[in-house]
């Protein structure tokens, strides 16, 4: 998988080799503009997903020196991941950079020499404070152990990965079905002609993306995440803002996120351990923007809010009504060594199917219990049952789905 990198514009890329078995084999993703390194980057894009932009606007604004190159020491994992067999599998991991919480190590010798390389991947240890599992300690459904849940107040013992994206574009075509060719130029006409070398070098196979990443929290050990042995609960859940952190009902998304954490702590405690990953794919990777406009239209069309139409008004508005587009998301699992998933808290079809194609056993599928979705979800629910979402439970359709219905405009605005 050695990419061949001719000089182009005086650019003479570090050799780089997706899928080697070490960090020092595959060599660094180096995308800088600094001076020390502009003429061996490798990698379109830049550091830091979503906030490169932000980046852009401090150095604009004269806050931050354009030179300015992080100083790493005591920044390394707080725990070891990997390697796994998984890392030197080039089309089990395309989406993310397996080594990108080792660069302090693997690559100081570069750094000291004045290459500007950077981690894509922080791991360190946290408390976690939830009313939810404090309500749980409280009702006696959770124990004090000392070890996961800390005190009666229901703290958690956790430890927690950020990781931001880095695409091995022939990888990432490949997963799709889709030509290299046919990714690269839609990533350069849809992002307004952003980043022209995915057109004019085709010798560059890595991307950064200017997006989102994704959290990884880990209750009980992390090394049993690639123990087969080891029992391991987990939940995937996608962003969702106004019901995650605001509390909103209109969605299962918060109780459904609780009950999972509460599961994976459940998990640890009885000698296994609990694992939730938090992709930043907010209203279906569709915008906050996006999914308000489409509860505006739902509250307020003819007959109200039903399950029958969920996905029509999302339809009419994003000409699609889901872009999270699970295909790349069992990386993150691949990267943590994951070989099996005993009890996955998730109903979503989509999820199930990638994680499953990808070769990850899911031995049980555990859907949100009936008291915990609020009044006001039941029309998301039953539409992504309908839709093919997982239930133990009877699956409505036709006149049935149009029965379910959420509260009118006038109950949510008064």
């Known amino acids: 998988m050695r990419a061949a990198y001719p000089a182009q514009m005086g650019i003479k890329p570090v050799p780089f080799s997706w899928g080697a078995a070490t960090p020092e084999e595959r060599g660094p993703v180096v995308v800088s503009r600094h001076p020390n390194t502009l003429k061996l980057r490798n990698a379109i894009g830049a550091y830091g997903g979503s906030y490169c932009v932000y980046r852009a606007l401090a150095v604009a604004i004269g806050a931050l020196e354009p030179t300015h190159m992080p100083n790493l020491f005591n920044t390394e994992p707080s725990v070891k991941i990997g390697p796994h067999p998984q890392w030197a599998d080039p089309r089990k991991i395309v989406s993310i950079d397996p080594y990108g919480h080792v660069v302090a190590s693997a690559f100081r010798q570069q750094m000291i020499d004045g290459m500007d390389i950077r981690p894509s991947i922080a791991i360190t240890k946290a408390h976690m404070t939830l009313e939810e599992m404090t309500t749980a300690v409280r009702q006696g459904r959770i124990q004090v152990d000392g070890q996961v849940v800390i005190n009666q107040r229901g703290d958690l013992n956790v430890v927690k990965a950020a990781v931001e994206p880095v695409w091995y574009l022939p990888g990432v075509a490949e997963r799709f079905g889709i030509e290299e060719s046919t990714l690269r130029r839609a990533l350069f006409e849809e992002t307004g002609g952003m980043y022209p070398e995915l057109i004019t070098r085709s010798d560059l196979k890595v991307f950064l993306p200017p997006i989102g990443g994704l959290s990884v929290y880990i209750f009980g050990n992390p090394a049993y995440l690639s123990d087969p042995t080891k029992r391991l609960t987990a939940r995937v859940h996608d962003e969702c803002n106004g019901s995650d952190v605001f509390g909103s009902d209109i969605c299962t998304c918060r109780p459904y996120l609780m009950y999972g954490i509460e599961e994976c702590v459940r998990e640890a405690q009885q000698g296994g351990v609990g694992l939730i990953v938090y992709f930043r794919k907010e209203g279906r990777a569709l915008g906050e923007v996006t999914k ?123």
């Open 292 to 414: 308000y406009l489409v509860y505006n239209a739902r509250k307020r069309q003819e007959g109200g809010d039903t399950a029958a139409n969920y996905f029509l008004r999302t339809e009419d508005i994003a000409g699609v009504k889901d872009m999270r587009f699970q295909a790349l998301m069992p990386d993150v699992l691949h990267w943590l060594g994951v070989t099996k998933i005993d009890r996955f808290m998730s109903m979503s079809n989509m999820k199930y199917e990638a994680i499953v194609d990808a070769g990850i056993e899911i031995r049980e599928r555990c859907a949100i219990p009936d008291e915990l979705i609020p009044a006001d979800s039941r029309v998301e629910i039953e539409a992504k049952i309908a839709s093919g979402y997982f239930t133990a439970g009877k699956v409505l359709t036709g006149d049935e789905l149009g029965a379910v219905k959420g509260r009118d405009w006038d109950d949510i605005t008064h």
